[in-house]
């Protein structure tokens, strides 16, 4: 098994594994490839001692997450300068080499590299809990979220059954007033179109069609 490989046992699985020369690491060793954002990992105990930043946006406040973890600044520090100071190492230097240079200069300036090793891994450590706890506010936010998808098109299903309803509802009403309106409007026939419009238009207690048109209704 090659060394990049190993990594992904190391802390509980916390390191990313990646191939080398890849410009940007993708897949955490916890997490399966293919997975997505809300796969279940394993439990992971309370590493903040104080409530972490949003990442609003998406944006990650690295010090905000750091401090509630209860990491000293000052060794973070560390950790930071140990990095800038291999990125300051040309790219052709062999690993020994660089590992001999490093470690001389952190010696020089009395920096136990144990020291900057807990704190490296007492980082990733912090990243960990943070992704952990984003997913699982995320899946939570989710399973509430179709929770309530489904009671609105619950909803929204049941309205639309009663509409349906009622519109079957008013076909069948208005079907039988007008089968009614034939047998009424067959007695009126009877007595001749121009006395009935002259009755309608003598009455007060009949209103002028004319006046007071609706939609036409058709027989059914």
């Given at each position: 098994m090659s060394e990049h490989k190993t990594w992904g046992s190391t802390v509980l699985g916390w390191f990313i594994v990646r191939d080398e020369g890849d410009a940007e690491p993708a897949v955490p060793a916890s997490q399966p490839e293919?997975?997505?954002?809300?796969?279940?990992?394993?439990?992971?105990?309370?590493?903040?001692?104080?409530?972490?930043?949003?990442?609003?946006?998406?944006?990650?406040?690295?010090?905000?997450?750091?401090?509630?973890?209860?990491?000293?600044?000052?060794?973070?520090?560390?950790?930071g300068k140990a990095g800038e100071l291999l990125s300051s190492l040309p790219a052709d230097t062999s690993v020994a080499v660089r590992k001999q240079i490093v470690e001389a200069s952190l010696r020089a300036f009395g920096v136990p590299i144990e020291q900057i090793i807990e704190t490296g891994v007492a980082e990733i450590q912090a990243l960990e809990g943070y992704i952990r706890s984003g997913a699982a506010d995320a899946r939570k936010l989710r399973d509430e979220s179709a929770q309530r998808i489904q009671q609105y098109e619950n909803e929204i299903k049941n309205i639309r059954?009663?509409?349906?309803?009622?519109?079957?509802?008013?076909?069948?009403?208005?079907?039988?007033?007008?089968?009614?309106?034939?047998?009424?409007?067959?007695v009126l026939e009877f007595f001749g179109q121009e006395a009935v419009a002259r009755v309608v238009r003598d009455s007060p207690k009949l209103l002028d069609p004319a006046a007071h048109q609706a939609t036409p209704t058709t027989e059914r």
């Amino acid at each position: 098994m090659s060394e990049h490989k190993t990594w992904g046992s190391t802390v509980l699985g916390w390191f990313i594994v990646r191939d080398e020369g890849d410009a940007e690491p993708a897949v955490p060793a916890s997490q399966p490839e293919g997975a997505g954002p809300d796969t279940a990992a394993a439990p992971l105990p309370d590493v903040f001692q104080s409530t972490p930043p949003p990442a609003s946006g998406g944006q990650v406040d690295f010090d905000g997450v750091f401090n509630a973890a209860g990491l000293d600044h000052e060794a973070r520090n560390r950790v930071g300068k140990a990095g800038e100071l291999l990125s300051s190492l040309p790219a052709d230097t062999s690993v020994a080499v660089r590992k001999q240079i490093v470690e001389a200069s952190l010696r020089a300036f009395g920096v136990p590299i144990e020291q900057i090793i807990e704190t490296g891994v007492a980082e990733i450590q912090a990243l960990e809990g943070y992704i952990r706890s984003g997913a699982a506010d995320a899946r939570k936010l989710r399973d509430e979220s179709a929770q309530r998808i489904q009671q609105y098109e619950n909803e929204i299903k049941n309205i639309r059954t009663v509409l349906d309803q009622r519109d079957a509802e008013q076909q069948a009403v208005a079907a039988a007033c007008n089968s009614k309106k034939l047998e009424v409007q067959h007695v009126l026939e009877f007595f001749g179109q121009e006395a009935v419009a002259r009755v309608v238009r003598d009455s007060p207690k009949l209103l002028d069609p004319a006046a007071h048109q609706a939609t036409p209704t058709t027989e059914r």
